[in-house]
């Protein structure tokens, strides 16, 4: 497992994680809080956007109600009634200079020629074919041009006109004026200064021309021209106010707040557009959400920091020592302790329990010994008394039954040495034949039963005799190998092993159905060590075993009843087809106990 795997797997990572899990709400209604000022900032854009459409609709009513006015002061003049075209030029050229708004006014004929003009017209020009003459002429009434126009001046204007009529009502002249938009978008407007900084304000109409922009440092490449952001003429042309999201020109994207208005300039309706980059007009709310996620992060990082300290100080230490604790227990150190104060949180009562758990656990085992060394006393004790009633039933076969037989043996050889019958004789053979039978079952069951040999000479003897009286009786090719005994070991230790090998040699003769058989008895380690192998069938030790328990053989757990009394053990290996090797190994000095020794006394 690598490093962050084992990090994201520990206890700490997950402490920490709840702990940002815990600003979620946070960040939500932080997120929340940013996405209700885009839409106030939009809302608002949409209300400057209506206000600054009503200036644009005032601006117009009062650029035509102004213009009405002074052409009507123009017609009304004596200069231009008495038809005097120096009077006339005089006339337009003092109020030229008085309006600045204005790049031409002057005096048109009923026939279309220019009479006077404040503005010098390189070569006479005729105007029949303007739309404000003839719309002049038509309802004998003021009447606004194509827009824009830049025929007489050269510059973007909208020109206005207004009819001179005689006493029966006839056009005797058309005055007109030429509103010159270039100077009206940098000065006579009160839009600009409405604008929010990096915004833009345009007046398109129906068609999509431009009307008017600001800002424009050069209205000349605005005005006139069809707008360029075709997805907006579109939503434009289907609702009469709105907003929508699109790319600038530039590829910027923006936001777009739309109003259509009455334009009489226009012709009819017009509409008022107001454009941001869409960067400039969340500029507030960009930045307060950064300064909030910004504080959000500081204090995120702030209480990761305590939590990586503060969670190794109150929980990992406690829960490491638990699961160092709850290691050792594992492992049979029944004496551990976590060491922890008891408090009243959760940390301190799961330490409080595992101590008590602890304790009963180690008070327990104690008892467990305590029992299990008595009953290994009883156990030793019963060997012991076992050991010695076969020793005392072996002598008594030995010493007086043996005797018993061998002078009846004697008396029956000397009855048939002396003269008899026939028929006694035969009598008397086969009572010698039963006696010699009877004394060499009473030889064997004394050697079964405990072998002089074993307490005379000692184990390496007996045990070299019984393994070759053994295969010889069974057929088996034996071989015995020991490290030369110099010492005696303590009686209960030759017994137990001998008594060991007893068994395998037996299990061998019985169920191997070997041809040849190894014993190999040696020291190592302060142990006595002992393996018994056979070229047999061999057997499933953990079936065999499991039968024994249920009492089918008590062969394998005699073997290590006796091997556990002696302090030692044993173990199997075993290759079915392939033979069997019995491993036991005994302290060279007995192990006693307390009990033992009480229980000997």
């Known amino acids: ?9 520990g206890l700490r990572f997950r ?4 702990g940002l899990l815990a600003c979620a709400p946070l960040l939500a209604l932080m997120l929340h809080t940013a996405g209700e000022d885009r839409r106030r900032q939009m809302f608002n854009w949409q209300q400057h956007a209506y206000r600054i459409s009503h200036i644009a609709q005032q601006e117009e009513e009062e650029i035509l109600g102004g213009t009405r006015q002074l052409l009507l002061a123009v017609a009304e003049s004596t200069a231009v009634r008495s038809g005097n075209h120096r009077a006339c ?3 337009v050229d003092d109020l030229f200079a008085s309006y600045p708004r204005y790049a031409n006014l ?17 070569a006479p020009t005729n105007q029949t074919d303007r739309r404000f003459f003839r719309r002049t002429i038509e309802t004998r009434a003021f009447a ?16 206005f006109g207004y009819p001179v009529l005689d006493a029966s009502g006839e056009v005797e002249a058309v005055v007109f004026a030429s509103l010159d938009l270039r100077w009206f978008a940098r000065f006579g407007s009160q839009i600009p200064s409405q604008l929010p900084k990096g915004s833009t304000w345009m007046e398109i109409d129906p068609s999509g021309i431009i009307l008017g922009r600001y800002p424009a440092s050069n209205p000349d490449d ?7 952001e075709a997805q907006l003429l579109k939503t434009i042309h289907n609702s009469s106010e709105g907003a929508i999201e699109t790319a600038d020109p530039n590829g910027v994207p923006s936001y777009y707040a739309f109003v259509s208005i009455p334009s009489p300039l226009a012709g009819g309706s017009a509409a008022t557009i107001l454009s941001i980059p869409k960067q400039m007009l969340f500029a507030q709310a960009d930045h307060l959400l950064h300064r909030n996620l910004t504080w959000l992060g500081i204090a995120a990082l702030l209480a990761f920091t305590l939590g990586w300290l503060g969670s190794k100080l109150l929980i990992l230490q406690p829960v490491k020592a638990l699961v160092s604790s709850t290691a050792r227990l594992a492992a049979g150190d029944l004496t551990v302790r976590t060491g922890l104060p008891y408090a009243t949180d959760e940390l301190g009562q799961l330490a409080h329990a595992f101590d008590q758990m602890a304790q009963s656990i180690e008070d327990r085992e104690k008892e467990r010994e305590r029992a299990s060394h008595n009953l290994q006393a009883i156990s030793h004790r019963l060997v012991e008394v076992q050991e010695s009633e076969r020793r005392h039933i072996a002598r008594e076969l030995h010493d007086e039954i043996g005797q018993t037989l061998t002078s009846a043996e004697m008396n029956l050889q000397a009855a048939l040495r002396a003269p008899r019958s026939s028929a006694l004789e035969q009598r008397l053979q086969d009572s010698l034949q039963a006696v010699e039978r009877v004394l060499e079952q ?10 002089s040999m074993l307490d005379d000479l000692g184990l390496e003897p007996a045990l070299r005799w019984y393994t070759q009286r053994q295969a010889a009786l069974a057929g088996l090719a034996a071989e015995f190998h020991a490290e030369s005994m110099q010492d005696r070991m303590d009686p209960m230790i030759e017994t137990e092993c001998f008594r060991v090998a007893q068994e395998a040699l037996n299990n061998v003769v019985r169920h191997a159905r070997a041809h040849a058989v190894a014993v190999n008895l040696s020291r190592l380690d302060g142990q006595l060590h002992l393996r018994v192998r056979d ?3 061999g057997f499933n030790v953990a079936v065999q075993r499991s039968q024994a328990v249920r009492g089918a053989s008590l062969g394998l757990l005699s073997m290590e009843e006796r091997a556990a009394l002696a302090g030692g053990g044993i173990e199997y290996h075993s290759v079915e087809g392939h033979g069997t090797e019995i491993h036991a190994w005994f302290p060279l000095k007995p192990k006693d106990t307390p009990a033992l020794a009480q229980f000997n006394e």
């Not at 402490?15 to 709840?18: H, V």
């Not at 005096?107 to 279309?112: D, E, K, N, R, Y």
Request: aromatic share 4%; net charge positive.
């Open 144 to 159: 606004v041009g194509e827009f824009p126009s830049k025929r007489i001046t050269g510059k973007p204007t909208l020109d």
């Open 15 to 18: 402490l920490l994680l709840l």
């Open 106 to 122: 002057g005096v048109i004929s009923p026939a279309g020629d220019v009479l006077a003009s404040a503005l010098p017209l390189a």
């Open 1 to 9: 497992m690598s490093l962050m795997s084992e990090f994201t797997a």
């Open 89 to 91: 030029k005089k006339l």
């Open 442 to 451: 009473v030889h064997d069951l004394s050697l079964s039963l405990r072998p």
């Open 535 to 537: 070229n047999g069938v």
């Open 222 to 228: 605005w005005l006139g021209r069809a707008l360029p």
